[in-house]
Nanobody
Framework: QVHMVQSGGGLVQAGGSLTLSCAAS????????MGWFRQAPRKEREFVAA????????YYADSVKGRFTISRDNVKNMLYLQMSSLKPEDTAVYYC????????????????WGQGTQVTVSS
């Protein structure tokens, strides 16, 4: 079992930066791949980034590659998403998630989800 609580969302101007955090509990965190997804109004939840169990491999959506960085600290049971050069189209509710198997890029591959946090980017 993995339980997650998110923080770090807010309002930022275009071109600015934010870092999202996800605090996890449960003994399985350190051996579980993790991901970030986002959902804008009237749109389906979409893949943003993922990281394997030890942080050695990362994966990004084309829309955020070069601007966002996913990382984890297995000692502290923390997952992070560093966001820079933010654009208005990045505005969405962001969710962290723990993988159960399958493709890193599909939401159906994740079994446990954080509560979501709003990120709003103004122009």
């Amino acid at each position: 079992q993995v339980h997650m609580v998110q923080s770090g969302g807010g309002l930022v101007q275009a071109g600015g930066s934010l870092t999202l955090s996800c605090a996890a509990s449960g003994r399985t965190f350190s051996s579980t791949a993790m991901g970030w997804f986002r959902q804008a109004p009237r749109k389906e939840r979409e893949f943003v980034a993922a990281i394997n169990w030890n942080g050695g491999s990362t994966y990004y959506a084309d829309s955020v590659k070069g601007r966002f960085t996913i990382s984890r600290d297995n000692v502290k049971n923390m997952l992070y998403l560093q966001m820079s050069s933010l654009k208005p189209e990045d505005t969405a509710v962001y969710y962290c998630a723990a993988m159960r198997g399958g493709s890193y890029f599909n939401r159906e591959s994740y079994a446990y989800w954080g509560q979501g946090t709003q990120v709003t980017v103004s122009s």
